[in-house]
C-alpha cells in the first residue's frame, strides 16, 4: 500500500468515489481511497437510486443538475453501464400551496437552467395512465429526472478514477488520524500508515466516529428509512410486453411518498413520521452490510395513500422490505466543505440524496481542494454553517424531524420546532411577554414579529403576503417615526489584536482599516475571484485592537476563516466573544432622546458622528456604543456584557415609553434594510458576484496595496462587470420577491433576484437583484417572475428611503 499521497479521501461510497474522481479529473493522480469494506458497502447499495432535480435551494439545485448531466456521460467515459433511467419525475399536488411551491421553485430552475413543466390532470394521466387524478390540481414535471443504479454509478466512478491514476484500497479500515510535526496529515489504517497533504472524510454513517478521530463533533447522525418493493403485476408486464417506455418517477408530496417502476413491479419510498435516527453513538463493529427490519406499521398511511392515487400498488404482493440508515443534518442538506479548526481536513458528509449530489459535491469540493476556493457559492452547504449548539441531542432530534418533513411544503419563512429552544438571550423571556413569535438562526431563538394583544401568536406560512404582513408593517412604521428597540445578540462578534493585527487585517480585506480609535468600517474579505467571502464591521479599540462583528449566521464560519489566516509567530490574538456579549439596537428619529435620559455621553452630531463608537454608561450598564445599524435611520448598536442585558433592556424600554419605543423582529428588520438597498451578506453578498458587481466600490481600496481578490477586482475593473446590483420597484399581486426569481426584458432573461420584500415605510414592493449592465439603468422595465406569473419590475435609484442618508446622519 502506498505511504504517501497528495491527498486521501476515507469512504467509498457514491459521495468518495465522486470526490477521488473529481480530484483525479482536476489532475491530482496522487490521490486515494479508503474503504473498511467493499465499495458502495454503507448505504450506497441499498439506494432506491433516484435522481430528484427538485430543490429549493440555488446552491443545491446546481449541484443536483450537474450530477444528472454527469452520470448521462459516464458510460461513454467509463464503458461502465450505468442503468440510467431518463424516465422524467412527476410531482403532484392536491392543493394551491402545493403548486405556490412549485412555482416557486420554479423561478429557481428558471435561473439554474433545469428544464420543466406544470402540467394539468390531463397531462399527468397520459404520463401515468395507472394514476388516479381525482383530487388533483396540478404537477410538477421534469423530464430529465429518474433513477440510476447506485452500484453502477459508483463503479464507473472508480473507474474514472482509476484511469485518471487515482488508487483505491478496499479492506482497509480507518483506525486514527492525526497531524505531523511537518503539518501534514497521518492516516492510520490496518494495512499501514498514509501521510499526505489533504484529508476528506466521506463516511456516511460514520461521520462522527471519523470526525471525533480529529476532535471534530460532526453533526450527522443517520435515519432510518423504508421502501417497499412489489412483485410484478400484470399491468405493467403488460406494459413492458407491449414496449412501452417506463413511467415517470411518481412523488405525491402531499401524502409524503415517492413511487416507481422496479422491473415489472413497483418501489414504494414513504418519508413517515417517527422514523428513528440510528447509531447515534456509533456504528457497531456488528453492524456491516445489514439491513433493519421492516416496520409496515409505519408506513401504513402512507401506503394507503399510494393504493389510492394508483389502485394497481394495492393489488401486488410485497416482495421486499429495505429499511437502512440515511445519513441526515440538522436541516436535511449536505456538508460539503473545509472542517472547522483543523486544516486541510475536508468533509463530504450527511448526504441525505447521496446519489443525486455525488457528482455535484465532489466537482465542487475537488474544486475548493485543489483551486483553494470552490466555483459557486457553497454557503448552503458549508460544514462551518452549524455551530457547538448541534451537539448530539440536537442533531438527533433536527435530523428526526428533516425526514419527516422531506415532503412537505418548504415555505421561506418555515420555524422548525425540534431542539428549540437552544439558545436564547438573557431578555427572552421579557420579549415572549411582550408577543414575540419567535424564529432560530445559528441557534439562537429570535423574535421575527411581534403579535399585539389579542392578535395569535402563530406564523401562518406561506409564499404570499400572510398574518404577520401588517403587524410587520406597524414595527417599520414604528422605527421611521418613532424610534425601535431590535435584539440581535446573536450577531457573531471578534476581538482581533496584537503587534501583527492591523497588518494581518489589512490583507484580510479589501478596504482601509479605520485610522483613529473608535473610527468604524464596513469591510469585506474577498475570493481570489473578487467574490464576497465575509462581510465585517470593524470597530478600532486601539493600535493593536480591533472589535468585529459579522452576521449571527457565521460565527463558525468567519472565526474558523480568521484563525486559519492568522499567522503563526503569535503576534495576533483572535477571541470569539459572541456569548459574552449582547446587542441591542435602538433605532429611529428618537433613539437619541431615549439615550440621552441613560447617559451622561453627548450624543451630539459633532460630539458622535455616523461611523464612529465609544465606550459609554447605559443606566449601569457599560456599553460599547456604535452608531450605526442595519434599518439605515439614526440609531446606536448597544453591544454590552451580556449579563446587564435585562437592565439595559429594562432601562430603554422605561426611558422609551414616552417617545412610543416599540419592539421590533427580523422581518421588520429585513423590509427596512431593504428600503435602504442595503446588501445582505450570505444572501445579496456571495462568492457568485465580485464586490464590483455589487455596486461596492468605495468599499474596495484597490490602491492600498494587496489583499485578496485584488487582482481580479483590477482586472474586472478595466474589463466591465458582467452583472450590476440593482433595485427594483414590483407591481405584484398578493405575493413579493423573496430571492431566485428570474428577471426578463423583451422575453430573454437578463438577471435574478437575491432578495425582496414590501417596503412598509414606502409603500412599495422592492427587490434586490443582479442584472446584465443593459439592463440595470434606473427606468429600465423588467419583469420578474414570481410564483408562475410574470409582473413589470422597474429599475429604481438606490436606497428609497432617505437616499441621501439625512437620517443616519441627523
Known amino acids: ?455 395569535e401568536r402563530k406564523d401562518v406560512w406561506s409564499f404570499r403576503r400572510t398574518n404577520y404582513f401588517d403587524h410587520v408593517g406597524n414595527e417599520c412604521r414604528a422605527v421611521r417615526e418613532r424610534a425601535g428597540l431590535i435584539d440581535i445578540t446573536s450577531f457573531s462578534k471578534f476581538e482581533v489584536s496584537g503587534p501583527g493585527a492591523e497588518a494581518f487585517l489589512d490583507r484580510l480585506v479589501a478596504r482601509r482599516l479605520p485610522k483613529a480609535a473608535g473610527r468604524i468600517h464596513l469591510a469585506h474579505a474577498l475570493t481570489k475571484r473578487g467574490g464576497v467571502r465575509s462581510e465585517f464591521t470593524i470597530m478600532r479599540d486601539g493600535p493593536e485592537r480591533f472589535y468585529l462583528v459579522s452576521s449571527g449566521a457565521a460565527e463558525r464560519y468567519d472565526h474558523d476563516f480568521l484563525t486559519k489566516r492568522a499567522p503563526a509567530d503569535g503576534t495576533v490574538r483572535i477571541d470569539n466573544i459572541t456569548t459574552a456579549h449582547g446587542v441591542l439596537v435602538l433605532v429611529g428619529p428618537r433613539a437619541r432622546d431615549i439615550l440621552a435620559k441613560l447617559t451622561d455621553c453627548d450624543l451630539s452630531n459633532a460630539a458622535f458622528p455616523w461611523l464612529t463608537g465609544q465606550h459609554i454608561l447605559v443606566g449601569q450598564a457599560p456599553v460599547r456604543a456604535m452608531r450605526l445599524n442595519f434599518v439605515g435611520d439614526l440609531g446606536w448598536e448597544l453591544h454590552h456584557p451580556i449579563e446587564y442585558q435585562r437592565h439595559l433592556f429594562d432601562a430603554l424600554v422605561g426611558a422609551g415609553a414616552e417617545f412610543g419605543l416599540g419592539l421590533c423582529g427580523m422581518r421588520a428588520m429585513d423590509s427596512l434594510r431593504i428600503e435602504k438597498s442595503y446588501r445582505m451578506w450570505g444572501q445579496d453578498l456571495t462568492r457568485d458576484y465580485t464586490l464590483l458587481e455589487a455596486g461596492l466600490d468605495r468599499f474596495a481600496a484597490l490602491d492600498k496595496g494587496e489583499f485578496v481578490g485584488r487582482e481580479a477586482l483590477v482586472a474586472q475593473r478595466e474589463a466591465g462587470v458582467p452583472h450590476r446590483f440593482v433595485t427594483l420597484e414590483v407591481q405584484p399581486d398578493d405575493a413579493d420577491c423573496l430571492g431566485n426569481e428570474p428577471l426578463y426584458q423583451g422575453g430573454e432573461m437578463v438577471g435574478r433576484c437575491t432578495a425582496g420584500a414590501y417596503g412598509h415605510f414606502v409603500g412599495k414592493s422592492l427587490a434586490l437583484a443582479y442584472v446584465r449592465p443593459d439592463a440595470a439603468a434606473p427606468g429600465s422595465a423588467l419583469e420578474v417572475e414570481i410564483l408562475g406569473r410574470r409582473f413589470p419590475a422597474t429599475v429604481i435609484p438606490e436606497s428609497p428611503y432617505d437616499p441621501e442618508n439625512a437620517s443616519l446622519r441627523a
Not at 468533509?347 to 446519489?355: A, I, K, N, Y
Open 1 to 455: 500500500m502506498k505511504t504517501h499521497a497528495r491527498a486521501v479521501v476515507i469512504g467509498g461510497g457514491v459521495v468518495g468515489v465522486s470526490v477521488l474522481y473529481h480530484l483525479a479529473r482536476k489532475g491530482w493522480s496522487d490521490v486515494v481511497l479508503l474503504e473498511r469494506t467493499e465499495l458502495t458497502a454503507g448505504s450506497t447499495w441499498h439506494a432506491a437510486g433516484l435522481l430528484p432535480l427538485f430543490n429549493m435551494s440555488y446552491t443545491v439545485g446546481q449541484l443536483h443538475k450537474y450530477s444528472v448531466d454527469l452520470y448521462k456521460s459516464l458510460e461513454a467515459e467509463t464503458g461502465q453501464d450505468v442503468s440510467f433511467h431518463v424516465t422524467g419525475n412527476l410531482r403532484l399536488a392536491t392543493n394551491r400551496e402545493r403548486m405556490d411551491e412549485y412555482t416557486k421553485y420554479c423561478s429557481t430552475a428558471n435561473t439554474i437552467g433545469v428544464p420543466f413543466e406544470l402540467i394539468g390532470p390531463a397531462e399527468i394521466k397520459e404520463l401515468w395512465p395507472l394514476c388516479n387524478t381525482e383530487g388533483l390540481v396540478g404537477a410538477l414535471f421534469h423530464p430529465d429526472d429518474g433513477h440510476i443504479a447506485p452500484v453502477d454509478l459508483t463503479n464507473a466512478l472508480a473507474i474514472g478514477a482509476r484511469n485518471r491514476g487515482a488508487t483505491i484500497h478496499r479492506h482497509t479500515e480507518v483506525t486514527g488520524i492525526e497531524r505531523t510535526s511537518a503539518g501534514e496529515w497521518r492516516v492510520k489504517t490496518s494495512k499501514g500508515d498514509i501521510v499526505c497533504e489533504h484529508v476528506v472524510s466521506a463516511t456516511g454513517n460514520y461521520a462522527r466516529q471519523t470526525g471525533t478521530m480529529v476532535g471534530l463533533d460532526v453533526p450527522s447522525i443517520p435515519v432510518q428509512h423504508q421502501y417497499i418493493v412489489t412483485e410484478p403485476h400484470p399491468a405493467l408486464v403488460e406494459r413492458k410486453q407491449a414496449g412501452l417506455p417506463e413511467m415517470p418517477v411518481l412523488r405525491e408530496s402531499d401524502a409524503s411518498y415517492y413511487l416507481r417502476e422496479e422491473r415489472q413491479g413497483m418501489i414504494l419510498g414513504p418519508y413517515e413520521k417517527g422514523a428513528p435516527a440510528v447509531f447515534v453513538d456509533g456504528v457497531p463493529d456488528s453492524f456491516g452490510q445489514d439491513l433493519f427490519p421492516g416496520d409496515l406499521d409505519r408506513l401504513e398511511p402512507h401506503i394507503e395513500a399510494a393504493i389510492a392515487r394508483v389502485p394497481v400498488f394495492g393489488e401486488a404482493g410485497i416482495k421486499n422490505v429495505i429499511n437502512g440508515p440515511i445519513a441526515y443534518t440538522p436541516d436535511g442538506s449536505p456538508m460539503v466543505g473545509p472542517a472547522w479548526g483543523v486544516p486541510n481536513f475536508w468533509l463530504s458528509e450527511g448526504h441525505s440524496f447521496g446519489v443525486t449530489a455525488a457528482g455535484g459535491s465532489g466537482w465542487q469540493l475537488a474544486e475548493w481542494i485543489v483551486e483553494g476556493e470552490p466555483g459557486i457559492d457553497m454557503l448552503a452547504v458549508d460544514p462551518r454553517r452549524f455551530g457547538a449548539y448541534a451537539n448530539k441531542a440536537y442533531t438527533k432530534a433536527k435530523n428526526e424531524e428533516a425526514y419527516e418533513n422531506v415532503f412537505v411544503i418548504h415555505y421561506p419563512d418555515e420555524e422548525r420546532p425540534a431542539a428549540r429552544p437552544a439558545k436564547t438571550s438573557p431578555i427572552h423571556d421579557r420579549l415572549d411577554a411582550r408577543g414575540a413569535v419567535w424564529g432560530q438562526r445559528y441557534g439562537w431563538e429570535r423574535p421575527n414579529w411581534f403579535a399585539p394583544d389579542g392578535v
